[in-house]
């Protein structure tokens, strides 16, 4: 399987010791409902899960918001085994 062309599978390549995938791009979003009925309904993309925070976050990794929160990861398979997008949505911005 794959093999035979002279091709790695993706697999081949993604299992290999030492590979370095990347995990996911963060995109700042306007709507949390908006934005996933956009990434659910015309991406077909599911939500892996969807986290609550009340504070910024501590490594500034969230920008210069100091108030509550969210991310919601999305993707078409597993977020262990493939791509997907973190939307981060600031409450009252």
């Known amino acids: 399987q794959g093999r035979e062309s002279g091709k790695e599978t993706a697999t081949q390549i993604f299992t290999k010791n030492g590979y370095r995938r990347p995990l996911h791009w ?52 597993s977020e262990e085994t493939n791509f997907a997008l973190e939307l981060t949505y600031n409450y009252g911005i």
């Open 26 to 77: 963060v995109l700042k979003i306007g709507s949390l409902s908006n934005s996933l009925q956009f990434y659910e309904q015309v991406l077909g993309m599911r939500v892996h899960r969807h986290e609550e925070f009340a504070t910024g976050c501590e490594a500034t990794c969230n920008g210069p918001y100091g108030g509550a929160w969210s991310k919601t990861m999305v993707g078409y398979k």
